[in-house]
C-alpha cells in the first residue's frame, strides 16, 4: 500500500538546499519535474540527463549525506562544503550540456524519506534511482533504500530503477 501525497511543504522545511548552478542551458518552467538520487556520477545519472533532455523534463540531482547522527551543523551543511556532492554536481553540469539540472542536497539519517518527501514537495512526476552495488550484509545492516523508497512513495509518482 503506497501513502497519500503528503501536503507541500518547501525545501527549507525539509532541510534540503535547491541550488541552481550558473549555466547557459534553461530549465523548464513548467511540466514534469524528475528527481534522480545520486550517489555516484556514473550510469544512473547519465540515464536521469537523457530522459530529462528527451522528455523537456525539469531535472532534479538529490544527493543525501545520510548519517545516524546529526547536528545543527549537519542540519545547515551545503553541497559546496561536501566534496563528494561537489564533485558529482560538478559532473553533473558537464554532462547535462542541453539543461540546467537543479542540485538538491541534504544530511539526513534516512535516505530513502528524504528521497519520498524531496519527491512530493518539489512534485516530481518521476523518481530514479540506481540498483545498489552494495554486499548482501549491508543491505541487511542499512536496509534496501530502493525497497522503502518504493513502499512510502505517493501512487502519483512513478519509481525508475536504473540497473
Do not use: H
Not at 42 to 47: A, H
Not at 133 to 140: C, E, F, G, I, K
Amino acid at each position: 500500500m503506497k501513502k497519500e501525497a503528503a501536503p507541500a511543504l518547501s525545501p527549507r522545511q525539509l532541510g534540503v538546499e535547491v541550488a541552481r548552478p550558473m549555466s547557459k542551458a534553461s530549465a523548464p518552467s513548467e511540466g514534469e519535474g524528475i528527481l534522480c538520487a545520486v550517489r555516484s556520477a556514473g550510469r544512473t545519472l547519465d540515464f536521469a540527463v537523457r530522459e530529462a533532455a528527451k522528455t523537456g523534463a525539469r531535472l532534479y540531482l538529490l544527493f543525501v549525506r545520510e548519517q545516524p547522527f546529526m547536528t545543527e551543523e549537519d542540519v545547515r551543511r551545503k553541497w559546496q562544503q561536501d566534496p563528494e556532492a561537489s564533485t558529482i554536481f560538478a559532473e553533473a553540469k558537464r554532462k547535462a550540456e542541453n539543461i540546467t539540472p537543479l542540485f538538491c542536497y541534504a544530511v539526513s539519517p534516512s535516505a530513502a524519506e528524504t528521497i519520498v518527501d524531496v519527491a512530493a514537495t518539489l512534485g516530481a512526476s518521476r523518481v530514479i534511482l540506481g540498483a545498489p552495488q552494495r554486499s548482501a550484509l549491508m543491505n541487511l545492516l542499512r536496509g534496501n533504500v530502493i525497497r522503502e523508497v518504493s513502499n512510502s512513495l505517493p501512487e502519483e509518482i512513478d519509481l525508475l530503477v536504473y540497473a
